[in-house]
């Protein structure tokens, strides 16, 4: 093989790598209008959740559950297979970055009438390379690097949201298991207020009335007890797929939420959202893919230039072996796609405008969401305590009344109104404490999860 040649293509290669450019667009952040700070001041003794943020609440067997649905939650297997195939596309798109290399080998036997039959055997190796001039290749491996870098995102957004289900349905089995107790409680009440009312009615001191009276309030109290035992059966059901397991026979073992301790959270500055928040990384590593595939499409419109190289290794009976190489380059242009390449570029501008707007989008809507949640953390919290104050100021009117009514100074329909106002804002306020409980919960999610202090 003449060594002229082959030199002169290897400087033609260099030459060519040298002049490799990339058609990327540079990635600039859109602009969103950032706040300044939150409407909502931080309380003075608040602290930086860390990555571990439901740990705050205080409870054991909700750390033991959190860690069992991270490690067997379906959505989260599911967010994992996804990472792989992230992974897989963006080896395969730095596939055509590297050189390709085959071999072959055939072996045949040749009869012949005027001889012996002659043995043929090749062995043969080749190599073939794309030079990435326009930085076509580059592109699409900065594209995929971009796509996996979302898929992780998406993950970690995956993750946060598997732990505020767990979170917010453990809260709302043990908030079912408060007002089962508050409704037992009222049922005791209401059967003692009935032993009495019944005493009365065989002295002659009260009427048949009473006892109608307090009989339906005893079946009212009653009938409300089905749907929490229910709504309590769902929740450990939903807890226990979220954990991946069969909801036969689980259970939870917390009897309320009166030993949760409600945490004081740190919320940062509002830009810190930008780096913390995974759906918002997610839309930018989108749209650093969509700039990447801009720049594939613009380098589509110039020339490819392919190498390409092989030897065979030929033997055969009675003759000596044999060596074939070659050395060649290939040049393509496109001349006319009949607008394939322009179709592909326009799509490409306009899907890069759309994750543009979609980014502009999440980050606004991400600080309407940490808003929201400051304004119903401290809502819920205002009204938690009215009504735990309610409830209170009903329980003293229910003694009141029942003291009245066994010394004969009120009538039994007194007793049945305070009765059923004092079942009413003890309720209340076990629901007002799960919308709180709920509500930090939305907070620490809004504010993307953990983080550092």
């Known amino acids: 093989m003449n060594s002229i040649p082959f030199r ?36 003075a003794n608040a602290q930086a959740a860390s990555a571990e943020w439901w740990k705050k609440f205080g409870d054991p067997e909700l750390d033991a559950l ?31 970055l590297l050189p390709a290399v085959s071999g072959s080998s055939s072996a045949a036997s040749r009869a012949s009438d005027f001889g012996p039959s002659r043995e043929e055997a090749s062995l043969g190796l080749s190599a073939s390379y794309a030079l990435d001039l326009w930085g076509r290749y580059r592109a699409q491996q900065r594209s995929a690097r971009a796509a996996l870098d979302a898929t992780l995102f998406d993950s970690e957004a995956t993750l946060l949201l598997v732990q505020s289900q767990v979170a917010t349905t453990y809260f709302a089995a043990l908030n079912a298991r408060d007002r089962l107790t508050i409704a037992a409680e009222s049922l005791t009440a209401a059967r003692e207020t009935y032993r009495v009312a019944e005493a ?7 009427s048949a009335l009473d006892i109608a009276q307090q009989r339906n309030n005893i079946a009212a109290i009653e009938a409300g007890i089905p749907p929490l035992e229910r709504e309590l059966a769902a929740n450990r059901h939903a807890l226990a797929i979220l954990l991946g397991r069969a909801p036969q026979g689980f259970t939870i073992a917390g009897g309320g939420t009166g030993h949760l301790t409600l945490p004081e959270i740190a919320t940062g500055q509002p830009a810190a959202l930008l780096e913390r928040r995974p759906d918002i990384r997610r839309a930018e590593a989108q749209l650093v893919a969509a700039n990447a595939d801009i720049g594939a499409a613009r ?100 003694d009141l009344s029942q003291a009245r009514y066994r010394a004969g100074a009120s009538d039994l329909l007194s007793v049945l109104d305070a009765q059923r106002n004092w079942l009413a804002a003890r309720d209340s306020a076990a629901q007002a404490r799960l919308a709180r409980l709920s ?11 953990g983080w550092a202090s």
Not at 200 to 206: D, I, V
Not at 439 to 449: C, E, I, Q, Y
């Open 299 to 398: 380098a589509a419109f110039f020339p490819s230039l392919d190498i390409s190289a092989s030897a065979t290794r030929s033997f055969a009976t009675g003759l000596p072996a044999e060596t074939a190489s070659s050395l060649a380059a290939s040049l393509l242009a496109p001349i006319f796609s009949g607008g394939s390449l322009e179709g592909s570029l326009q799509s490409a501008r306009g899907r890069q405008a759309e994750l543009a707007a979609a980014y502009q989008k999440t980050v606004l809507t991400s600080f309407a969401e940490v808003e929201d949640a400051l304004i119903g953390a401290d809502s819920h919290a205002r009204r938690e305590a009215f009504l735990t104050e309610a409830a209170s100021e009903a329980r003293r009117a229910y």
């Open 200 to 206: 009365r009615y065989r002295a002659g001191s009260t």
């Open 66 to 96: 959190m860690t069992a649905a991270l490690g067997a939650n379906f959505d989260i297997v599911a967010a994992l297979a996804r990472i792989e195939q992230s992974r897989g596309a963006l080896r395969a798109a730095g596939a055509p």
């Open 8 to 43: 002169s293509a290897l400087s033609a290669l260099a030459l060519a790598m040298l002049a490799g450019c990339s058609l990327v667009p540079e990635h600039v952040r859109p602009a969103v209008e950032t706040p300044a700070a939150w409407q909502m001041a931080d309380a």
């Open 439 to 449: 509500s930090a919960v939305d907070l620490f999610v809004a504010l993307g999860g």
